[in-house]
């Protein structure tokens, strides 16, 4: 069992405390889904509930606690201590608009950064009970079990995910039509799901679009732990100062591929100062 420290110089990485956060997470989720709740529109008009903001008291609640030295971003309270070195980064309910309306594909999102490098990435799925954890250099699982992307090297024999079409097709949507002809199979879906999918070897290639840094820190890990990569448009790794489109790839042949058709559809520029 993982020892964890609360120095804020400990290297280690919580995995077991992690994997208590989302069942926590994730028993609070239960409670309110399905039920009678309220939804109020934040200025970019996504929604937001009572259970996200339960779900991300609880968390920061918990690692504060354990590791008071350590800084903590979330969607729905904002940043604390993002000048030091060791972060954690919630998203307490990836798929809101999911979850208002009954869809059980919405999930939490954790993962924990050291001088701005996902250490660790959790994407937990409550309603299906499935908890996929990456490990920077250590692998992916699913429930405890080890998973890895394909092997998928061709484009047109892939399964592809095209994630938020509906914004796809408004903002660029001569690529929307390109993106309709990729791949063998493809899918249009929202939210972390598609990419957990690609790192347990189900799924080929996820195109993501307009992002926030909890929608994506978290997946990183889990994508290149199963071996895949995940990268924005235009192939850099995006961080904790990055906003926009990203794309993961069983394969870097894949990855290179897709980049070809993604290329002419800049991702914006890092944010200054994040």
């Known amino acids: 069992m993982t020892t964890a420290k609360t120095k804020s110089d400990d290297t280690s990485i919580p995995t077991e405390f992690c994997l208590a956060l989302a069942a926590e997470a994730a028993e609070t989720a239960k409670r309110f889904f399905r039920r009678p709740i309220g939804v109020e529109f934040k200025a970019d008009e996504s929604p937001v509930t009572q259970a996200d903001r339960a779900i991300e008291t609880l968390v920061r ?11 903590i ?14 972060i954690w980064v919630i998203d307490p309910i990836d798929g809101t608009r999911s979850f208002i309306s009954g869809h059980p594909l919405f999930g939490f999102l954790l993962a924990h950064l050291d001088q701005g490098v996902p250490q660790l990435g959790l994407i937990g799925m409550p309603m299906l009970g499935e908890t996929y954890l990456g490990l920077r250099d250590g692998g992916a699982s699913c429930n ?7 092997n998928q090297t061709m484009l047109g024999l892939a399964t592809v995910y095209i994630n ?32 957990a999918l690609l790192a347990a070897g189900h799924v ?5 679009y ?14 290149t732990g199963a071996g895949g990569v995940l990268t924005d448009w235009q192939g850099r790794t995006p961080g904790l100062d ?3 489109p990203v794309v993961s790839a069983a394969t870097p042949e894949l990855h290179e591929e897709v980049l070809d058709i993604l290329k002419d559809h800049p991702a914006p520029a890092p944010r200054p100062g994040g």
Do not use: M, N, W
Not at 61 to 71: C, E, L, Q, V
Not at 73 to 86: W, Y
Not at 204 to 208: A, C, M, Q
């Open 61 to 71: 609640d918990r690692i504060t606690a354990r590791y008071p030295d350590h800084g």
């Open 73 to 86: 971003v979330g969607e729905e309270h904002g940043i604390e201590g993002a000048d030091r070195g060791r």
């Open 144 to 150: 405890g079990k080890p998973i890895r992307a394909s």
């Open 164 to 195: 938020e079409g509906d914004k796809i097709a408004t903002h660029h949507p001569a690529l929307f039509q390109k993106l309709l002809r990729l791949g063998r199979t493809r899918r249009f879906g929202y939210d972390c799901y598609p990419h």
């Open 204 to 208: 080929d290639v996820v195109i993501d």
């Open 210 to 223: 307009d992002l926030k840094p909890y929608d994506f820190l978290a997946l990183r890990p889990v994508v």
């Open 242 to 244: 990055y906003e926009g």
